[in-house]
Nanobody, 117 residues
């Protein structure tokens, strides 16, 4: 099993930046990709960015050019650097880990990001 815990959310003004963290524990070696999703009230959960164990990254169109996904050298923490934040980025951000041993995704509890003046 894998556990993931998100942190770093908060209140930021439009145009500001935040860095979210996703700390993974458990069967780290089984992780093949970590991704960020977000869900705003009344909306479906949507994909934001992903990084594979090989370091390949992918982004939703809404995140390209503003968000950057990265990880630390130990590969136990994945970051989402968010710049030029907009009000429409307000959502709960979830980290998910895909593994080689579980057909589903291990999700964290989420961290709230609010962009408001």
């Amino acid at each position: 099993q894998v556990q993931v815990v998100e942190s770093g959310g908060g209140l930021v003004q439009p145009g500001g930046s935040l860095r979210l963290s996703c700390a993974a524990s458990g069967s780290i070696a089984s992780i093949k990709a970590v991704r960020w999703h977000r869900q705003a009230p009344g909306n479906r959960r949507e994909f934001i960015a992903q990084i594979t164990t090989g370091g390949i990254t992918s982004y939703a169109d809404s995140a390209k050019g503003r968000f950057t996904i990265s990880r630390d050298n130990s590969k136990t923490t994945v970051y989402l650097q968010m710049n030029s934040l907009k009000a429409e980025d307000t959502a709960v951000y979830y980290c998910g880990a895909d593994t080689t041993t579980f057909i589903g995704t291990y999700w964290g509890q989420g961290t709230q990001v609010t962009v408001s003046s």
